[in-house]
């Protein structure tokens, strides 16, 4: 009898561990994405899962085929096969109802990154994301907004110090123009603040 429902409840909990992969993915972010109040608005599902390290790639900033992002005013981030050496980021834990918004965020429908599988590693531990390659990066400097949100994102999330170090000397162009998503972040982290500042005085 026990080894009877036994039987029947290793079934019932693969289901359940394949539906909960079904309903959440793992997203690996090195960008602008490191900072939850720019991923959030768009992927409002958005958690932190952990900080994670993925090795034999460095961060590099360009342009899809050469075309400036309207955007950021500048090259923004990618990733590219670099044996030896690592991108830090963080994984995010998303409804798959964010996948599509996800994709748009990223441009893919318009081919200017792939979705690709990484493994990356966290204490020790292995894990399988989701994250975004450039097509046809041609190298251009990122504005001093956009590796701003980058730098917050690893401050934020207690990113490794030299890490840190290394994003903050990462040479800019210098754009000093309005960007509308440098104000929509700015509003969220406001709130953020606010919100915060709330719940410390209740």
């Not at 080894?3 to 693969?14: F, K």
């Not at 958005?46 to 994670?52: E, I, L, P, Y």
């Not at 964010?98 to 590693?121: F, T």
């Not at 990462?170 to 709330?198: D, H, S």
């Amino acid at each position: 009898m026990l080894l009877a429902l036994g039987l029947i409840l290793l079934p019932l909990l693969e289901a359940s561990e394949n539906m909960d992969n079904q309903t959440t993915f793992l997203y690996f972010a090195y960008g602008s994405n490191l900072l939850k109040e720019r991923l959030q608005l768009k992927n409002p599902s958005a958690t932190v899962h952990c900080v994670a390290r993925l090795k034999d790639y460095k961060l590099v900033f360009g342009n899809h085929k050469g075309l400036a992002s309207d955007r950021w005013h500048g090259g923004v981030a990618t990733i590219e096969p670099s044996p030896g050496d690592e991108v830090w980021g963080v994984v995010w834990r998303l409804n798959m109802s964010d996948l599509e918004s996800l994709d748009r965020q990223e441009n893919v429908k318009l081919g200017a990154y792939s979705p690709v599988g990484v493994s990356v590693w966290t204490r020790g531990q292995e894990l399988s994301c989701r994250t975004y390659i450039m097509n046809s990066c041609v190298y251009a400097p990122p504005s001093p907004q956009y590796l701003k949100v980058i730098v917050m994102g690893a401050e934020q999330n207690g990113l490794p110090k030299d890490y840190q170090e290394k994003l903050k000397a990462i040479e800019t162009n210098k754009y000093e123009g309005p960007l509308p998503v440098m104000e929509e972040v700015e509003r969220a982290l406001k709130k953020a603040k606010e919100r915060t500042k709330l719940l410390s005085d209740a």
